[in-house]
């Protein structure tokens, strides 16, 4: 009986740790950075551009980032990125006044930058081409957890220790990634060093083979980071008596358990079996925090999003490095981000006004008008998507 090589080396374990020590970083600081800019003397406006800042400046660098991890070696510039996020994380420790944030969050976003683009693709680079859907899936399930535990935990820490203390968590876990890469023996080098040298001429925004994934990555994450960022206001403006600190921990929990359960499926299944699978799970949760009352319709919303967002993240990222080159998957890679970091903005943003013009009630409801769009999205694009699995 032939035994099926597992794709989980050295090198794949190490890149995922580092994964998540660098996505527990960014996101353990998340929570904290506004009332942290807000302690130092800024303004409520000050302290929004602040934490917003970073997400807006990754949307213009996700395209450079890309091309150069097409160029150069996938270890230098995770490496690069890892003390990125590192001397940003440390300087807001250090930070005289609110004003130097902005500079160090700047800083700290050209890091994650990097490294979320890199990491994901020199994780690719490292696995064959027929197991990508599997690595991202458990890829992408480090990220997830990282995003479930770190704030969660930083709250806890931040009301023990207070702002400064807390953030040297962040610092030392990003420290951490940068030790981890030292141990990956494959540092994902190009083959042809003719390709290192870099070429305006033949730089790209974005790889438009992935477009119809950018715009699906978007609609997608739009009710999650909405719901990331609102849910606790939600709840007291509807005066509901639940555990909502829990809604994002049950939510990695349910995630862990797919994705341990569905193993290689995600190089086997086409796209339009996750899509409609996901759409149902993302149309089921938006109603159930549209109407919960109590902690069993949370709980239940928390394992719809694992269902709708949690499932389609990790098949959208696999599904952008298949329909790309072997040469371009730094670029596909940046193009899946920036439908993510389009997401992330403008789901909240677009949210609160919503918030400030209509009842608390119709919070959730007005969210559900992105299922028609990825459904015209998907139909458009459907037999581009659904052959992507033919690219191993």
Known sequence: MIHKKSIYTKDVILV????????????????????????LGASSAFAGIIVGIM????????????????????YRLSLIGGILIFVGVTGYVVAPKSSWLLLFRLINGAGYVLDTVCMTTWLAFLVPREHVG????????????????APALAINVYQKT???LAIIASAVSSFLMIITIQFVGNRAKPK????????????KIIEMKD???????????FPYFATQADLVTYTEERHLSVAVGSYFLIYAVVLLVIRIGLKNLFDTVRFGIWFWLSTAGTA??????AFMKNNWEMALAACGMAVGYGVIYSVLQSTALLLAPINEQGLASSTFYLGLDVGMSFGPIIMGFVNDMLPIKYFYLVQ?????????????????????????
């Open 16 to 39: 995922m740790a580092a994964s998540f020590f660098f996505m527990f970083s960014t996101m353990f600081v998340n929570p904290l950075i506004n009332g942290y800019a807000k302690s």
């Open 55 to 74: 997400s807006i400046a990754a949307m213009f660098l996700r395209p450079i980032a890309g091309n150069l991890t097409d160029k150069f070696s996938k």
């Open 134 to 149: 599997e690595a991202m899936g458990f890829y992408g399930l480090m990220n997830a957890l990282a995003m479930a535990v």
């Open 162 to 164: 207070g702002y400064r």
């Open 192 to 203: 042809n060093k003719a390709k290192e040298a870099i070429s305006f001429k033949h730089f």
């Open 211 to 221: 477009l119809p994934i950018a715009l699906l990555t978007t609609l997608f994450a």
């Open 284 to 289: 089921i949760y938006i109603l159930l925090l």
């Open 368 to 392: 559900l008008l992105i299922i028609p769009l990825v459904i015209i999205i998907y139909l458009r694009y459907r037999k581009r998507l659904n052959n992507a699995i033919k690219q191993h």
